[in-house]
């Protein structure tokens, strides 16, 4: 049950973190410097904050959930959350990558964005206006730690928000404080003054508008329209699975799929855009300057490392479960199914084999499927009436080394397909 929204209080945290610096210049004798610095702190609490609620957006994004790669699609696409002791809600593995790519390329680009705007003032930080800062940073950050505790924990607001929509305060920040810094160089020349006039009344607009769009069901902003909100991600709908038990359920044994999840690593790097970090470094070693060949190394082996855990993530971590005339993909760690697909929808069946399987003795069948999916090029978000996860949806599924393929396909009951296919061998 939804616990009582208390908007009340997330205005009150908005209005009073936006009230410090302006109060600390009236009544404590806050210099420029000192209000710019605690804007600046202001930034790095929303980006803090909203990078907190990514892991436990319960919903996923609109334009996300067909994600085929090789990187991140794997976990784009994974169903199901890890419950965690205590009051904290539900994390799901889904929402990692986006922290991490939030982390680190969106927050230090915004970060670089605000301490460009407060070098604007050629500030001089004394040792007194360190702990003047250090008040308002604290207060500013504890209000924005009240406003997400109360509307995004409290009242579970983690339910209605997909990893991009928690992000989407401090994504929106980042365009104000590009706009705030173009503005404000414009007015540096008039005083300083005027440059911390730009900052607090565009900083407060910016703040009570996004709070309006953001609990007015009836309100899209710009940003909303852009690039979505709360509103237009996708509720996640659970993969329906038949009653009775799987007559049959196969997976790939854990040495093949590790072995598997190395090979497909050290493959990506040779396949992708990585292969010119090699090429960096053996332009390092040709020029006598091997120690600079260890940076490009260890981001190869980086990209190596992500895509050897998407890997797995797609094939160790799953079994298929073969239900008569239905085929369940079923993750056994987060118990969740992934993916189903109906034997009528069924079209063809192929058998091939890569280096793993040849390695071990397996093969790799894919059931092929019909598919009415329909890719619609949109200047805006979609309407929140227009968009729903089609989870039951039947989609040609992949089964990655399996011992036998003909065993799966007779318990799927395409047997018949099978052998008018692959001709009865596997």
Avoid at 9 to 28: K, Q
Avoid at 82 to 102: D, K, Q, S
Avoid at 387 to 401: C, G, K, Q, S
Wanted: proline share 7%; hydrophobic share 45%; net charge negative.
């Amino acid at each position: 049950m939804r616990r009582p929204s208390t908007p009340r209080l997330g205005l009150l945290a908005i209005l009073g973190s936006n009230a410090v610096a302006p109060l600390g210049v009236l009544f404590l004798g806050w210099s420029t410097t000192v209000l710019l610095a605690v804007f600046a702190v202001e930034v790095v609490a929303v980006l803090c904050w909203s990078l907190v609620k990514i892991p436990f957006a319960r919903k996923r994004p609109n334009d996300g959930v067909e994600d085929d790669s090789r990187l991140f699609g794997p976990f784009h696409g994974k169903r199901g959350s890890v419950t965690l002791p205590g009051p904290v809600p539900p994390l799901y593995p889904r929402n990692l990558l986006p922290l991490l790519v939030a982390a680190a390329f969106l927050a230090p680009l915004e970060l670089g964005l605000v301490l460009g705007l407060f070098g604007l003032a050629d500030p001089t930080v004394t040792d007194e206006m360190v702990g003047r800062i250090a008040l308002g940073g604290v207060g500013v950050f504890v209000g924005h730690g009240v406003e997400t505790a109360s509307d995004y924990f409290h009242d579970e607001g983690y339910r209605h928000h997909s990893p991009r929509s928690a992000f989407s305060p401090a994504f929106r920040q980042f365009f104000a404080v590009g706009a705030l810094l173009f503005l404000a160089g414009a007015v540096t020349a008039v005083g300083t003054e005027a440059l911390v006039t730009v900052v607090v009344v565009g900083k407060f607009a910016h703040d009570l508008r996004t709070y309006q769009v953001e609990h007015d069901p009836e309100k899209r902003g710009l940003f909303a329209r852009l690039f979505g909100s709360a509103e237009t991600e996708i509720a996640p709908v659970p993969v329906a699975v038949p009653a009775e038990s799987p007559a049959y359920r196969t997976r790939p044994g854990r040495l093949v799929t590790g072995f598997d999840a190395v090979y497909r690593g050290v493959r990506y790097t040779v396949t992708s855009a990585v292969l010119y970090l090699y090429v960096l470094v053996g332009a390092a070693v040709f020029v006598g300057a091997p120690q600079l060949a260890v940076y490009p190394l260890v981001l190869a082996s980086a990209f190596a490392a992500l895509r050897a855990l998407s890997r797995y993530v797609r094939v160790g971590t799953v079994e298929y479960r073969c239900y008569g005339d239905v085929l369940v993909v079923y993750d056994t760690v987060l118990d969740e199914p992934q993916a189903r697909l109906e034997r009528g929808a069924v079209t063809g069946v192929a058998v091939r084999t890569d280096v793993v399987d040849r390695l071990f003795g397996t093969r790799t069948v894919t059931f092929d499927a019909a598919t009415d999916d329909a890719t619609a090029v949109r200047l805006t978000a979609p309407d929140p009436d227009e968009v729903e996860d089609d989870a039951n949806a039947n989609r040609p599924l992949t089964l990655p080394h399996v011992e036998d393929a003909a065993a799966v396909a007779e318990a799927f009951g395409v047997g018949w397909q099978f052998e008018r296919d692959v001709g009865g061998t596997d």
